[in-house]
């Protein structure tokens, strides 16, 4: 290892600088020996309080001190930038002492530093600056108030703004403020830690209590105390005299009558008072104000002046007596009682009584009413309610008349209730008592006509009068069990009903009194009562013949596959009666009113009569249900547009007269009116195939009719309808005969010479016509038309005795082609038509046939057209049947063009020539 010396320089260095530090030394410990100052206890401490407290610092003990001391404290309100001295006053107090005390501090002097400067005789000592942080007190509420309750009363309280930053604890002072008391739960307050404080159920030794309250800031400690904020006070209830009952305790009313209640209370304090009502059955108290009804609402009395809602019910009021806007106050008088007595009224009515005689009888009336009700039974002694008499003894709501005659049968009963407080009387209605005599249908039991229960006196016998009445739910049957019904005379009200389904009926002479219904429903024949029915029914099976004329006033049903069978009298619908029941004309039937004895030929048939009154255009097409035998259906559909009138309808199984051979239906229609003309009739006709002649064409068929000798009118041809059985529908009768069916060509015994038709001038046509001597007509209808098809009556022109040549002048026959026919009528109302003649007036088409007669096969139509247009030409016979057609264009000009009638028979044909700009003309042809 390497050794190293100093040199002698660097070891005297170090010897000076050690008697350098020495020396220094030395000095300062003799400089401390010369200047000594005064030595504190202890510096200032921060101090953090809250605003008004008396905060303190202090400095402690002072020693060392030499000489007279003094000593000052200072303050630096800029954070210890500079101090200034301070002295005691209203902030300070101990400004020369150790101790200094801030005196109730404010966040004023917040942030503040104090030190302390003490003085001798040797120098001062000057202590650090101390911080004083003053933290703020919580506000409390100023607001004074009072609180008056009444004894008892819950709810009453005080609060205060709720800061959530504090605690709160509520005081009471039962002294005036002398001393304080938390408030808490052990003494009956809520909230008592919270800004909303609840306070015990009140009692009168609460009165004067005072309340106040600490608030704590959570965070820095510091609270402050309110003022005494709220005094309570507690009064006694109001008190009602007479022990809280109403005068009067309770009160009965009639409806719109008046009453009072009254009570009066004690207090101390102004009292106020409220009427208060409600239903009995009501939990909801209503406050009553003066009105029309009420007086004195809000005051100790009501009055009530024409009360009357809801008669019969009953009512509580009570008064409620308070000191205006005190907690608690409210009191009730006991409940009064308002009853409304309900009027007398009849609940349900005495009813109409029916009994047999020597049975007991009564009459029984449900009355409603407040308190006891009073009745009181009249008669009217059967003068219809004329005069009314007492009842002796009737005193009940129950008469009881005993057992009864009928003597007393048509009586009327009456009964008066009245009660002694609300008036009346009310009467009931006047009820009837029927006394029905012996032999009166009851139907107690059953429907069975034997039984003895179902009757009054039993079942009845050859003397007894018997009566079905309406009202029984059973009606009589007449049955195989029966055996043999026996009666004197029989009645049948109105809506009441005797069904007869076998057994016997000993008495058919009657007399009878039949307005309600009897239904014939054997099995086999039935006897129909020969009476007037108000309804006739038909059902089951067999024939039900009648043996006199029968009129039905309400119903005829035909039902089953009876029939019912005329002979040789007359079934009439009378007026205001409703449309058979049956089935329709279109359709099959199995019951049906055979207008004969019930076998066929000519003299078993047609003998009879179906007749229904008062048929006009509003009734639409009615229904005669009617055939030979019960072996066939040939019914007849009427339908007439003119006057009104009765129509009676009867069918045979023979051939119309009038020579229809070989082509007609084997059925005849006899059809009258029971007041000839003013009738306008269609008629529906329905045949079964097997009644058709061997030359029958059922697409060429018409209605005929037959004066009973000849055939005398005729509707147009057309086809037949359905398909076994078939119907013909035409015709526009004014003259009812006997009709048939038939597809032949028909002669009509009128004879007309000539008809011809001139123009007078430019705006007249002169008719003229000839008729053979032999022709007995009755009068000639001149007819016209526009089109040659759909002709009107303008004119008529008796015939007279032995005159063959007529006239007649129409002088408005406006303008274009007019055309005419004859409509002539003969002696026994047979109708015939002329051929038809045309005039031209004004220029249009000049139409002929040249020839009008031949025997060739061909003739011309001669056109003079005005237009080019496209014609049609057709013939028909006088039928209307049309025989050849062709249609052809021409030109503006003069035409003849050839016209084919080889296939004619001879006779009188109309040539039909139209265009097609509506021209038309009809020519009448003769083929030889």
Same mark, same amino acid.
């Given at each position: ?62 020693? $060392? ?23 005691? $006053? ?292 059967? @003068? ?181 069978? @005329? ?114 009739? @269609? ?58 069916? @038939? ?58 005795? $032995? ?126």
């Amino acid at each position: 290892m390497k050794n190293f010396t100093q040199s002698a320089s660097r070891v005297y260095l170090g010897l000076l600088v050690k008697i350098i530090i020495c020396t220094i030394w030395l000095l300062c410990i003799a400089s401390a020996a010369m200047s000594r100052v005064p030595v504190l206890g202890q510096s200032p401490a921060p101090q953090t309080v809250c605003a008004g407290s008396n905060p303190t610092f202090t400095i402690g003990t002072v020693t $060392g001190t030499s000489g007279t001391v003094t000593i000052q404290w200072q303050v630096s309100v800029n954070g210890g930038g500079s101090y200034s001295p301070i002295t005691n $006053g209203a902030n300070y107090s101990g400004v020369n002492t150790s101790t200094l005390t801030v005196l109730n501090v404010s966040t004023a002097f917040n942030g503040n530093m104090y030190r302390c400067v003490v003085t001798d005789a040797t120098g001062n000592s000057t202590t650090v600056g101390a911080l004083l942080t003053v933290n703020a007190t919580p506000a409390v509420s100023s607001a004074t108030r009072s609180t008056t309750v009444c004894e008892g009363a819950t709810g009453a309280g005080l609060q205060v703004f709720n800061d959530a930053s504090l605690s709160y604890q509520w005081q009471v002072s039962i002294n005036n403020g002398t001393t304080w008391n938390n408030a808490t739960a052990g003494d009956g307050y809520s909230g008592a830690n919270t800004y909303d404080l609840t306070y015990p159920t009140a009692t009168l030794g609460m009165s004067g209590y005072i309340y106040r309250y600490i608030a704590t800031n959570i965070t820095t400690g510091c609270s402050a105390t309110s003022i005494a904020l709220d005094t309570l006070y507690v009064l006694s209830k109001p008190v009602f005299g007479n022990s809280g009952n109403l005068t009067p305790v309770s009160a009965t009313i009639c409806p719109g009558a008046s009453t009072s209640f009254t009570a009066t209370a004690t207090g101390s304090a102004a009292i106020a008072y409220q009427w208060q009502l409600k239903p009995v059955a009501s939990p909801t108290w209503t406050d009553l104000a003066n009105d029309a009804v009420y007086s004195g609402a809000q005051t100790n009395t009501l009055q009530l002046t024409g009360f009357t809602p809801f008669s019969g019910n009953t009512y509580q009021l009570r008064l409620v007596a308070s000191y205006p806007s005190t907690l608690g106050c409210a009191m009730a008088t006991n409940l009064g009682a308002l009853s409304v007595r309900t009027m007398p009224s009849i609940a349900v009515q005495p009813r109409d009584t029916i009994v047999c005689a020597n049975s007991p009888a009564g009459f029984r009336v449900t009355a409603a009413g407040s308190v006891t009700l009073q009745y009181l039974w009249e008669t009217d002694n059967g @003068t219809n309610g004329g005069t009314w008499s007492t009842v002796t003894g009737a005193t009940t709501n129950t008469l009881s008349l005993g057992a009864v005659t009928t003597a007393l049968n048509g009586y009327r009963y009456r009964v008066t209730v009245t009660n002694s407080f609300c008036g009346g009387p009310i009467t009931s209605l006047g009820r009837t008592l029927t006394v029905r005599r012996s032999g009166t249908w009851l139907g107690a039991k059953d429907t069975a006509w034997q039984e003895p229960l179902n009757w009054c006196g039993g079942v009845p016998d050859n003397t007894i009068d018997v009566l079905v009445p309406n009202w029984p739910t059973k009606m009589p049957l007449i049955s195989a069990g029966t055996g043999t019904a026996f009666y004197k005379s029989i009645e049948i009200e109105n809506a009441a009903r005797l069904t007869i389904s076998g057994g016997v009926i000993d008495n058919m002479t009657g007399p009878f009194n039949i307005q309600g219904t009897v239904a014939y429903i054997a099995t086999g024949n039935q006897e129909i009562f020969p009476a007037n029915h108000g309804s006739l029914e038909i059902n089951g099976s067999g024939n039900k013949f009648l043996s006199n004329n029968v009129d039905v006033s309400n119903n005829l049903v035909l039902g089953g596959s009876a029939k019912l069978v @005329t002979r040789t009298n007359i079934l009439t619908m009378r007026t205001g009666s409703n449309p058979i029941v049956t089935s329709a004309f279109t359709d099959p039937a199995t019951s049906w009113i055979v207008t004969g004895n019930g076998s066929a030929g000519a003299g078993n048939t047609g003998l009879g009569r179906l007749r229904i009154e008062q048929v006009d255009a509003a009734d639409g097409a009615v229904l005669f249900p009617v055939g030979p035998t019960p072996a066939a259906y040939n019914p007849i559909q009427l339908t007439n547009a003119g006057t009104v009138d009765h129509f009676a309808i009867a069918v045979n199984d023979q051939m119309i007269p009038g020579g229809v051979f070989g082509s007609g239906v084997v059925r005849t229609w006899l059809v009258s009116e029971s007041v000839n003309g003013g009738s306008n009739v @269609t008629l529906s006709l329905k045949w079964q195939g097997g009644e058709e002649q061997s030359s029958f064409d059922r697409t060429q068929t018409q209605i005929i009719r037959s004066n009973g000798t000849q055939i005398v009118e005729a509707s147009l041809r057309g086809p037949a309808n359905g398909a076994n059985p078939y119907a013909r529908a035409d015709g526009s009768f004014a003259t009812l005969t006997q009709f048939s069916v @038939t597809s032949g060509a028909v002669a009509l015994p009128l004879e007309l010479k000539s008809f011809t038709a001139q123009k007078s001038g430019n705006a007249a046509a002169g008719l003229t016509w000839n008729i053979t001597a032999s022709t007995t007509a009755k009068h000639f209808n001149v007819q016209r038309a526009t089109d040659g098809v759909h002709f009107i009556t303008i004119g008529q022109v008796n015939a007279e005795a $032995g005159k063959t040549s007529y006239n007649y002048t129409d002088n408005l026959p406006g303008s274009g082609t007019v055309f005419y026919r004859l409509q002539m009528t003969g002696q026994q109302n047979d109708i015939a038509y002329s051929a038809i003649q045309s005039l031209l007036f004004n220029k249009t088409n000049l139409v002929q046939l040249r020839p009008s007669a031949t025997n060739g096969s061909t003739t011309y139509v001669y056109l003079q057209a005005m237009h080019e247009s496209i014609v049609t030409i057709y013939v028909t016979d006088i039928t209307g049947r049309v025989h050849a057609r062709r249609m052809l264009p021409v030109n503006k000009g003069e035409h003849l063009l050839p016209l084919w009638i080889g296939g004619l028979n001879k006779g009188v044909y109309n040539v039909h020539v139209k265009d097609s700009k509506g021209n038309a003309n009809v020519l009448t042809l003769v083929k030889q």
